[in-house]
């Protein structure tokens, strides 16, 4: 096993990866393999638990979401993984259009999973909510300056607003929602005037954005919330900054989703669907929450007292394969604006 163990850190420092073995002894009851584009530190606890509550082990290899879904691709059905965990929608429907995962019928899952947050041919289920809301100075803006996305590109703005780059799937994704809601025409218009908005350079990363903001370069951006959360954790409760719930009025915040689904040539595909049925179910969704400061996919579980922190919200029900279904008209949308 020392030598398995050696071997795959080896292999994983080759490939950029982390990997992990399970320590316990092999060739006893059962394995499930998983690629992850979630960090190490928020799916180990998960599985942990799932191992001590089931006895099936669990081994993962984590990276970004596009080298994990070329490496599936690769492998094809000589792949040793049972389940591909990654972060927001478009990601997942990537890879269901690539036919990477198969279809799966859980009644746990279809009960756990509101429907328009999961696949609607079973391939792939959201496990967590992300929302991608504005944030903005405290000590600059007012809320009630604040009311939509759109209005963001309104002359007010000009020379106020951040963004992070486009070329990150946060702002892919939510373009590509507001294509679904508003055509491309509008759309257009919309992220046009924020590139005409921008104070700066758009930044590489939500907490670029937040820090900016604290540091005078600008008033006002768009962040995926627990990015907010791990800021307030790091500087203080009394940092300078707060979050605006956009288009209440209207369809709602912007959400997504991490999720997963079964791989196509899973080895052990009734383990792997009772791991992601365990994720979808109280303790786990408890847990989703608690380790990133998202939002859990089921209704009913208990948001966690930072989280609750920031207020109620409605979000906005459309189907977030919309995400990955338009997101290639986004990316070519936001490249006609000069939105880098």
């Given at each position: 096993?020392?030598?398995?163990?050696i071997?795959?850190?080896?292999?994983?420092?080759?490939?950029?990866?982390s990997f992990?073995?399970?320590?316990?002894s092999?060739?006893?009851?059962?394995?499930?393999?998983?690629?992850?584009?979630?960090?190490?530190?928020?799916i180990?606890p998960?599985?942990?638990?799932?191992?001590?509550?089931?006895?099936?082990?669990?081994?993962?290899?984590?990276?970004?979401?596009?080298?994990?879904?070329?490496?599936?691709?690769?492998?094809?059905?000589?792949?040793?993984?049972?389940?591909?965990?990654?972060?927001?929608?478009?990601?997942?429907?990537?890879?269901?259009?690539q036919?990477?995962?198969?279809?799966?019928?859980?009644d746990?899952?279809?009960?756990?999973?509101?429907?328009?947050l999961?696949?609607?041919?079973?391939?792939?289920?959201?496990?967590?909510?992300?929302?991608?809301?504005?944030?903005?100075?405290?000590?600059?803006?007012?809320?009630?300056?604040?009311?939509?996305?759109?209005?963001?590109?309104?002359a007010?703005?000009?020379?106020?607003?951040?963004?992070?780059?486009?070329?990150?799937?946060?702002?892919?994704?939510?373009?590509?929602?507001?294509?679904?809601?508003?055509?491309?025409?509008?759309?257009?218009?919309?992220?046009?005037?924020?590139?005409?908005?921008?104070?700066?350079q758009?930044?590489?990363?939500?907490?670029?954005?937040?820090?900016?903001?604290?540091?005078?370069?600008?008033?006002?951006?768009?962040v995926?919330?627990?990015?907010f959360?791990?800021?307030?954790?790091?500087?203080?409760?009394?940092?300078?900054?707060?979050?605006?719930?956009?288009?209440q009025?209207?369809?709602?915040?912007?959400?997504?989703?991490?999720?997963?689904?079964?791989?196509r040539?899973?080895?052990?595909?009734?383990?792997?669907?009772?791991?992601?049925?365990?994720?979808?179910?109280?303790?786990?969704?408890?847990?989703?929450?608690?380790l990133?400061?998202?939002?859990?996919v089921?209704?009913?579980?208990?948001?966690?007292?930072?989280?609750?922190?920031?207020?109620?919200?409605?979000?906005?029900?459309?189907?977030?394969?919309?995400?990955?279904?338009?997101?290639?008209?986004?990316?070519?949308?936001?490249?006609?604006?000069?939105?880098?």
């Open positions: 096993m020392r030598l398995v163990v071997v795959a850190l080896v292999i994983g420092a080759i490939l950029g990866v992990w073995v399970s320590q316990q092999g060739g006893q009851g059962d394995e499930i393999v998983v690629y992850s584009a979630r960090q190490e530190h928020l180990k998960l599985f942990d638990r799932f191992t001590e509550q089931t006895g099936i082990r669990v081994r993962y290899v984590t990276d970004d979401a596009g080298p994990l879904l070329q490496r599936l691709r690769a492998e094809g059905g000589n792949t040793r993984a049972d389940m591909l965990i990654t972060v927001d929608a478009g990601n997942l429907w990537q890879a269901a259009e036919d990477v995962l198969a279809p799966v019928e859980s746990t899952l279809e009960r756990n999973v509101p429907a328009n999961r696949d609607a041919d079973g391939r792939w289920f959201g496990l967590s909510v992300r929302a991608r809301t504005i944030v903005y100075s405290t000590e600059r803006v007012a809320p009630e300056d604040l009311s939509t996305y759109e209005a963001l590109a309104d007010e703005w000009e020379g106020r607003l951040c963004l992070r780059t486009s070329k990150k799937v946060y702002n892919q994704s939510l373009v590509a929602t507001m294509i679904a809601r508003h055509g491309e025409e509008r759309t257009e218009e919309i992220v046009g005037g924020w590139v005409d908005n921008l104070a700066t758009p930044f590489s990363n939500d907490t670029a954005v937040m820090e900016a903001i604290v540091a005078g370069q600008c008033d006002v951006g768009i995926n919330t627990y990015y959360g791990r800021l307030q954790e790091r500087d203080g409760d009394d940092t300078p900054l707060a979050l605006f719930w956009p288009n009025d209207a369809e709602g915040v912007h959400v997504n989703v991490s999720g997963a689904g079964i791989t040539h899973a080895s052990n595909p009734d383990a792997a669907l009772q791991l992601l049925e365990w994720l979808s179910e109280q303790e786990a969704q408890e847990m989703f929450g608690a990133n400061m998202e939002y859990p089921r209704p009913d579980t208990e948001w966690t007292e930072r989280v609750r922190s920031w207020g109620d919200f409605h979000g906005d029900d459309i189907d977030v394969s919309e995400a990955g279904r338009r997101q290639v008209d986004a990316v070519m949308l936001m490249d006609r604006v000069g939105y880098r």
